[in-house]
């Protein structure tokens, strides 16, 4: 055993060796390599896939080589039409560099003769992820047509991904407004729109199908998001509609006729509304609890005319006490971040599981953001109220539906800034201070491929403890079958 492992060793120091000595022979290149994904100078965790890249489309080689050394030790070496890294020898790499840097140097073979670009450094983060993975939806980017869809997971530490269900085992259906408690999968929750819709809750392996709409609500319950107790979910009921445009640079803008924020008792089937989150002349949404469980925050605004006031429709971002032993709201609203006054409007609100601070999109109009080129992610300090853009995460496309890691220190969202076109998921590191690092782009195996051939946006990105356990054949029977647990509406005037 002790003379294999010799051998391997002494094979790896010669192609390294051999690596060196094409490198010095090598054109030297004043410029960064052109890289797809752009991982210069991004900061990772060490339990993240390896991060593959390749030569982009339009600087093109006959072969790549890349040679990775470790600040603090260790020095991995690669060969081939792209940068394909072995999983087991890329995380004992970083695990060994943790809190340190990794110098990474590209050549590129064209014509015969190789080039050495200027070497780049991935920064490896002292703090874990202690996440499994993602959960997401991809879809095709249409507006009628719903065609292959669904709710997926990933595991972070390689490139292994799991439908948890598509609508292939169920025609005609769209599943949306997943997510977990905390990143809890234990206790899980989607939407299912069409024909067949339903509400479903999942609650340590036992889950139920809510009727879709309450005939007294009026609508569905969508844009869930769980009391830390898991005794409630609140969530907002919208009458929602799209329209097109017809200039250039804008295609859909999705608004709704009215819509209500509500709570959800899970153990007693109640949905509880207020009279203070459900007025006629405002539109409230996007509801969150804080972490403590005594808060709401949510989105409110002046209801318009619509379509033909659809630029007028500006949310503020605000807040409401929460009682959770008698489970109901108290106190009065109170606005956190007033957008209303700066012309702009606040969507997507979501509380860091520390307290500390509060991600939300700021865009022009609207809270449909993914299709707002505009849109941007800022960060409310919620011990002083001052608000940020966070400058060194956004692009100068959509950037929009964002989520926290359960320790606050990373955070995952949707860009369009690859094309303009797809919504891609990429995670970033932020400090204490609410700084942000650069973003990567989530790893893939062959990244260039994956990329440029897939139909598919990603949207509702969330983190994962664990791979969600759930049965999506049994799913579908159940969806399909007309069984459906009923709500009652109670409302506190």
Known sequence: MKLVTYILLLTSALLITACTSRVHEAKSVEALPPIFPDYVDVTVPAEIAPLNFAFDFDHEHDKMDVVIKGSKTGELHIQGNYAN??????????????????????????????????????????????????TYRRIAPGYEVYSKMGIYQRDLSNFDEFAIIENTLTQGQCYNCHTANRTNPDQFVFHVRGNHGATMIQQNGEHEWLKAVNDS???????????PSGRYIAFSTNQTRQGFHVVP????????????????????????????????????????????????????????????????????????????????????????F????????????????DGRFLMFTLLDYGYFSIWHKESDQWLLDLATGE??????????????????????????????????????????????????????????????????????????????SAKVDFDAHKAATEILSPERIPTQLIVNN
């Open 338 to 353: 007033n957008a209303v006054d700066m012309g702009k409007s606040v969507t997507w609100p979501k509380p860091s599981y």
């Open 85 to 134: 890294f072995p999983i087991k020898q890329w995380h004992q790499l970083l695990e060994e560099n943790r809190g340190g840097d990794l110098t990474v140097t590209v050549c590129g073979k064209r014509d015969g003769k190789w080039l050495k670009y200027q070497d780049f450094k991935i920064h490896v983060s002292a703090d874990p992820l202690n996440e499994w993975g993602l």
């Open 387 to 464: 608000a940020h853009p966070l400058t060194d995460a956004n692009s100068d496309d959509a950037d929009s539906f964002h989520n926290w890691s359960a320790d606050s220190r990373w955070f995952v969202f949707t860009s369009r800034r690859g094309d303009g076109l797809y919504s891609r998921l990429y995670l970033a590191a932020i400090d204490e201070n609410g700084n942000p690092t650069k973003p990567f782009l989530l790893p893939q195996k062959n990244p260039l491929e994956y990329y440029d051939q897939t139909l598919y946006s990603f949207n509702t990105p969330d983190f994962t």
């Open 217 to 227: 609500l009026g609508g569905a319950m969508v844009y869930p998001y769980w009391h």
């Open 249 to 336: 640079d804008e295609r859909i803008e999705v608004f709704d006729l009215s819509s209500d924020v509500l709570v959800y008792d899970i153990g007693k089937h109640e949905i509880l509304l207020d009279s203070l989150l459900s007025r006629k002349d405002v539109s409230e949404n996007c509801p969150v609890f804080s972490p403590d469980g005594r808060t709401i925050y949510f989105t409110q605004c002046t209801q318009k005319s619509y379509p033909l006031e659809f630029k007028d429709e500006k949310y503020n971002l605000c807040r409401i006490g929460f009682d959770p032993e008698q489970g109901k709201i108290v106190g009065k609203i109170d606005t956190l």
